[in-house]
């Protein structure tokens, strides 16, 4: 092991229990190569995973405010994905940390994406369990500063129904109406279908699990459709 004393300084939180930090950098070829049940950094990894989860969705939410889940979820994915969090890991060169068997220091462990990915998760979970939630959470929101601040939703996702009526508004006064069109399946799993019109025109339809995720889904939609016909009308 390097010098964790430095390490926990770059981490921003010092240890009380030094074999939390330990084992998040053990890696589980460590018992395959023992042939025995020895402890290593799985289970923490999965505890990591979900803090990690908990803290990034509650930053994103507060960050975007009129995003709907499907935004949310696809903005948390960019920071969350193996090569981002593998990055992290590098950044604070948990590498030189792992305690891995000889067969994987000799085949480049240290800087394999998924071993660091599984220690920053794993580091995490120690974290949290030797400082709890709010240690957790100081850590993370440091990390991702940068990523948080700098992260757009993806175009047309944030207000769609507003993006829309932007639109529309803009060739006419007259407002895009939504009319419910059917609902399907059982009642803890409806699926709803909407369309939206304009000037009594339809311009798309869209489903959802809500009345309202099903007319932002046209709304979205119509955006696309008339995004994608405006090149030929100039």
Known sequence: MSDLAELQQRLGHTFRDESLLRLAFTHPSVAHDANAPLPHNQRLEF???????????????????????????????????????AAHGRTLGLGAHLILSRGEENTGGRERTSALTDAFEALLGAIFMDGGFEAAREFVLREFAGEIRELDLPAGIDNPKGELQELLQAQSPVAPEYEFIAASGPD????????????????????GKSKKAAESAAALAALEKLRAEKPAAT
């Open 188 to 207: 803890h799993d409806r699926v709803f279908e909407c369309a939206v019109k304009h000037a009594g025109a339809e311009l798309a339809r869209g489903t």
């Open 47 to 85: 505890l990591g995973d979900s803090v990690l989860g908990l803290i990034l969705s509650r930053a994103l939410y507060e960050k975007f405010p009129t995003a709907d889940e499907g935004a949310l979820t696809k903005s948390r994915a960019k920071l969350v994905n193996a090569a981002a969090l």
